[in-house]
Structures are given as C-alpha cells and as structure tokens.
C-alpha cells in the first residue's frame, strides 16, 4: 500500500536520473571529440616514421609537431599554435639524447634557451626576449666546470665576456660595446697577465 503509492515518485526520480546520466554522457563525449587533435603522419620510402604533426581544422599544426630520423630516433620537437611555434622546441642528438631546448612565444625565441652534452651535463644556459639573446650566457666544460661567463643586448655581446681554464683561473677577459671588442687581457694557467690590447671603436655604431 505505502509501497505502491510510491511507484510514480520512483519512476520520475530513475527517469530524471537517466536524463541527467545521457546528457553528462553526450557532453563528455562532444568535448572528447572536439579536444582529440587530428594528426598528420608521413613515412620515409623504407616505411619509418618521417614526422607526426597535430594540426586544426585549416590543417595547420596546432600541438606538438615530431620530426624523426629514418632510423625511428627523435630528431626534433616543437609546439605550434595555429600554425605559429609557441611553446617548447627541442631538438636531439641522432643518438636520440636531448641537444637544445628552447622555449617561443608568438613564432619568437622568448624565456630559457639550455643546451646539453650528450651525457646530459648542461653545456649553455642563457634567455631570449623577442627573438634575441638578452642578459647573461654561461658556457660549461663537460666536468661542469665554468667556460664563459658573457652578456647580450638586444642579441650582441655587450659589457664584459670572460673565459675560463678548466681549473677555474682565467683565461681572456674581454670588454665589448654594440658587439665589438675593444679591451682584451689574456691570461696564463696560473693567473699571470700575458698580453692586454685595445681596439678602436668605429663611431656612430648603429
């Protein structure tokens, strides 16, 4: 009795259910299929993956963009949006370790720019703004010891540069203005001074 006079308020509750069920499920499923990239692919004449690229609607890459070696190693990596490279961009050694990594913005280099040796020790580490080198760029030895030590300005060598032995004492210090030297010292393995030369400066560099 109590039971059946409360069939038709079970029945709405399971019906409202399965409406709100369906539709979560249609929504799910029309974000999926909108959010899957459409991938482009083409293969070397032996049949190994040339390069895979995630591309929109007018079929420009939009996504990660991988270039391989006939080999089947990755060569190269990059992320574009709408056909424009934005994101990170990496490239390989062919022995598929990581070289050099960059970061762009708006089709510039902007942000990190760190290269690597092939045991992954860091090899260069400096930063972009727009497209051009900006602030200091350090160099390393293999060990991990200092090589360089160098500034930029709008992408050319500016202020002082100095260069490194491996065990730490200076090797050249040099002093530039709008990418042109004009002061260098040159040092031996034990710190003495061996050479110092000045350079003129053309006027007016633009």
Do not use: C
């Not at 972009?128 to 900006?134: G, I, M, N, Q, V």
């Amino acid at each position: 009795m109590t039971t059946a006079s409360n069939k038709p308020f079970n029945r709405f509750t399971i019906n409202l259910a399965s409406a709100k069920f369906i539709l979560l499920l249609f929504t799910y499923m029309g974000t999926t299929a909108h959010a899957a990239p459409n991938i482009l692919v083409e293969n070397y004449p032996n049949g190994q993956l040339h390069y895979k690229v995630e591309v929109d609607s007018r079929q420009e890459p939009h996504g990660w963009y991988r270039e391989y070696t006939e080999a089947g190693m990755l060569k190269s990596e990059r992320q574009y949006d709408h056909g424009v490279r934005h994101g990170i961009s990496r490239l390989y050694y062919t022995t598929g370790e990581l070289m050099t990594e960059w970061n762009y913005r708006e089709g510039k280099r902007h942000g990190p720019s760190l290269g690597y040796f092939k045991n992954g020790q860091l090899k260069d580490q400096g930063a972009y703004l727009d497209d051009r080198l900006e602030g200091e760029v350090l160099k390393y030895y293999p060990s991990g010891a200092l090589k360089a030590r160098m500034f930029f300005k709008e992408d050319r060598l500016e202020d002082e540069s100095t260069i490194y032995y491996e065990n730490g004492q200076t090797q050249h210090i040099y002093r530039y203005f709008k990418g042109r030297v004009w002061t260098r010292k040159d040092y031996s393995p034990d710190g003495k001074l061996l050479r110092k030369q000045e350079f003129p400066i053309p006027p007016n560099l633009p």
